[in-house]
C-alpha cells in the first residue's frame, strides 16, 4: 500500500485502539482473577506468583512471534489471536480443585503467546495501512487505552471474582476479546499481506536484531532508552521507601501507585494531543525530562509532594513509550516491521526488569533520595543526548528489494547510517 492510499485520517484505527485495549483489559483481568482462584485452591501465594511468571515467559518466543507477524497478515493474526483466547476460556470449567490448576496455567501462557504475537503484528499493521504522520497519534490513543486497562483491570477482576466467582469474570473476558476481533477487522480491507524474501530461516529469525545493527539512527534510540530504562524503570522498590516516610507506613504505598496510575492516564490522553503537534523524537525527550522532575519529587518525603510527583512521574512514562515506538516504526521497513519491534520490545522490557533488581539492591546501600536523583539525572542525560542526535529517516512507507542473504537491506545497500538520535 503506498502513502497515497493509506487512510489519512484514523477514524478506523481510533476503533482498533480501542480494540486493542479491551483485548488487554482481559488479559489484566484474567492474570489477577487466575492468580486469586489458584490461591484459593492451593493456599499457596507461590503458587498465584506463578500466574505472572506465566504470563511474562513467552516474551522468550519475541523472535518466533516476530517472525510469523512479518510473514502471515497481521489482521488475521491479531483476530485468530483473540479468537483463541475466547476458546481458551471454557477451558476453566474443567478446574475442580488444586490438582487441576495446571490447566490455568496453561491458558495463560497461551494467553501470553498470544500477546506477544499481537504486539509485534498491530505494530505492523498499523505502519501497512495509516499515513506516518498518523501514527503518533493512533499510538498515543493506544497508550492511554491501555493505561486505562491497566489501572481498572485489577480492580474490576477482583470485584467480578468476589461477587461471581470466575464465570463473571471469564465472560467478560471473552466479550473484550470479541470485541477487539471486531476492531480489528475493520482494517483487513486496508492492509497489504506481507510477503516471502526467501531467506533462511535463521536470517529471517534474527532479522529485526540485524537491523537494528544495519541501521544505527534507530538501533541507537534502542539502546539508549533501554539503558535509561536501565536506571529509571525499577522505580517500584524505592516507592516503598518513599512511602515510609511521606505516610509513615510502607503499606502506603498503594496510595503511590494509584496516584501513578493516574498520571499514566492523564500523560495518555495528553499524548493524543500532543502528537499532531510535535515530532516523536521530542516527545520522547519531554517524557524523559517529564519522568525526571516526578523523581526529584519524591525526594522530599512529603505527602502531597510524593503524590504530585507520581503523577507526573506517571504522567512522562506514556510520552517516552510512544515516542519510543513510533520512532521504531517510522524508522524500520515495513518487511521487518514484525522482528524489529519484537527485538526493540523485548529489550526494553529486559532492562526495565533488570532495573527493578537493581533498584532494590540498591535502596539497601544508599539512602533511596540519592537514587531518586541518580534516576533524575539517568533521564536528564538520555534526553540531551537524543537532542544531539538526528531523528531516523522514515523508512517504514519504503518497500524492501531484499538482497540475498541480508535479510533487512533495501535496494542493495544497507540503510544509510546517518548518525542520530538514539
Wanted: charged share 15%.
Amino acid at each position: 500500500m503506498t502513502e497515497k492510499t493509506k487512510v489519512a485520517v484514523p477514524g478506523r484505527h481510533s476503533v482498533w485502539a480501542l480494540g486493542a485495549s479491551l483485548s488487554f483489559f482481559g488479559d489484566e483481568m484474567l492474570v489477577l482473577v487466575f492468580a486469586i482462584w489458584i490461591e484459593k485452591l492451593t493456599g499457596s501465594i507461590t503458587s498465584a506468583g506463578m500466574v505472572f511468571f506465566a504470563y511474562l515467559v513467552p516474551a522468550l518466543l519475541a523472535p518466533a512471534t516476530g517472525l510469523l507477524a512479518d510473514r502471515r497478515s497481521r489482521t488475521w493474526l491479531l483476530i485468530l489471536s483473540d479468537i483463541l483466547k475466547t476458546a481458551c476460556i471454557p477451558l476453566v470449567l474443567l478446574v475442580h480443585g488444586a490438582d487441576d490448576v495446571y490447566i490455568l496455567y496453561a491458558i495463560i501462557i497461551v494467553i501470553g503467546i498470544c500477546g506477544c504475537l499481537q504486539g509485534a503484528a498491530a505494530s505492523a499493521l498499523l505502519v501497512n495501512t495509516i499515513a506516518s504522520d498518523k501514527l503518533a497519534r493512533v499510538n498515543s490513543m493506544f497508550r492511554a487505552g491501555r493505561n486505562v486497562a491497566l489501572f481498572a483491570a485489577p480492580a474490576v477482576g477482583a470485584v467480578l471474582y468476589q461477587q461471581s466467582g470466575i464465570a463473571l469474570a471469564g465472560v467478560v473476558a471473552a466479550a473484550c476479546y470479541l470485541g477487539s476481533a471486531a476492531a480489528v477487522a475493520e482494517l483487513r480491507h486496508l492492509e497489504t499481506p506481507p510477503s516471502p524474501s526467501g531467506d533462511r530461516f535463521i536470517r529471517e529469525l534474527t532479522a529485526g536484531v540485524t537491523y537494528l545493527r544495519a541501521n544505527r539512527p534507530v538501533g541507537r534510540i534502542v539502546v539508549l532508552v533501554s539503558v535509561v530504562l536501565l536506571i529509571v524503570g525499577g522505580i517500584d522498590p524505592v516507592l516503598l521507601d518513599v512511602a515510609k516516610d511521606s505516610f509513615g507506613s510502607a503499606a502506603s504505598v498503594g496510595w503511590l501507585f494509584s496516584a501513578s496510575g493516574i498520571g499514566s492516564v492523564l500523560g495518555g490522553f495528553a499524548c493524543v494531543h500532543l502528537s499532531s503537534r510535535t515530532t516523536s523524537l521530542r516527545l520522547l525527550r519531554g517524557g524523559l525530562l517529564v519522568v525526571g522532575v516526578g523523581n526529584l519529587c519524591l525526594i522530599f518525603g512529603e505527602r502531597i509532594v510524593a503524590l504530585l510527583g507520581c503523577v507526573v512521574m506517571g504522567a512522562g512514562f506514556p510520552a517516552v513509550l510512544v515516542g519510543f515506538y513510533t520512532i521504531l516504526q517510522t524508522g524500520s521497513r515495513n518487511e521487518v516491521q514484525g522482528r524489529v519491534f519484537a527485538a526493540a520490545d523485548t529489550l526494553r522490557t529486559a532492562a526495565q526488569a533488570a532495573s527493578v533488581a537493581l533498584v532494590a539492591f540498591l535502596v539497601t546501600r544508599v539512602p533511596y533520595q540519592a537514587v531518586l536523583i541518580g534516576m533524575a539525572i539517568a533521564a536528564a542525560a538520555g534526553a540531551i543526548v537524543l537532542s544531539a542526535g538526528r531523528a531516523p529517516k522514515d523508512e517504514g512507507q519504503t518497500s524492501m528489494m531484499t538482497r540475498p542473504g541480508s535479510g533487512v537491506e533495501g535496494d542493495g545497500a544497507a540503510p544509510a547510517p546517518a548518525g542520530g538520535g538514539a
